[in-house]
């Protein structure tokens, strides 16, 4: 059951980044980013790398998309029209991605794949402490440097700005 969840995930995962290529909406390719990190994050899941699960959910599909979604709802704002991409450059994209491909096919069969004990995961636990009780501050001050770009943003964005000079 854990193997058919994984390929479901993985399968989701490839047709949300493949989804993100060819749709011509911003909007809608962050939302595909959003259900590819969300299903590699379900992988993380089951392979039992619950660290980098929860990291993957909270950093990437929490923070960094909140913040390209509320950066194209802005755009969106000022623009009063659709954020649209068009590509000029396919021949040259996909000979790169037919390269990278060539370069982990390669690099996968090259691999020894390891049964690691528990041991390793163990060394895991002193990371996460110190990151939450020595390294925490850092962590809370770029969140709240965050907080701040996005009330400047917002009020860059809105219409008080110029009802305030008018």
């Known amino acids: ?3 058919v969840v994984l390929y479901i995930l993985t399968g989701i995962a490839a047709a949300s980044a493949l989804a993100i290529i060819f749709v011509r909406q911003v909007f809608y390719a962050a939302l595909c980013l959003l259900s590819c990190l969300m299903a590699l994050a379900g992988i993380y899941g089951i ?9 993957q959910i909270l950093i990437y599909a929490g923070g960094v998309l909140v913040l390209i979604v509320f950066a194209i709802v802005v755009t969106n704002r ?8 068009e ?15 060539q370069m982990l096919v390669f690099g996968y069969h090259q691999t020894n794949f390891v049964n690691t004990s528990l041991s390793a995961f163990r060394e895991l636990k002193p990371m996460g402490i110190a990151l939450f009780t020595d390294y925490a501050a850092p962590f809370e001050i770029g969140g709240v440097l965050l907080l701040v770009c996005l009330i400047g943003a917002a009020l ?9 000079h008018d």
Do not use: C, D, Y
């Open 156 to 164: 860059t964005a809105s219409s008080f700005k110029k009802s305030v």
């Open 78 to 85: 000022l623009q009063g029209k659709p954020l649209q991409v």
């Open 1 to 3: 059951m854990e193997q």
């Open 47 to 55: 392979m039992q790398a619950g660290f980098l699960a929860i990291t």
């Open 87 to 101: 590509s000029h450059n396919r021949f040259w994209g996909l000979l790169v991605a037919a390269v990278m491909v």
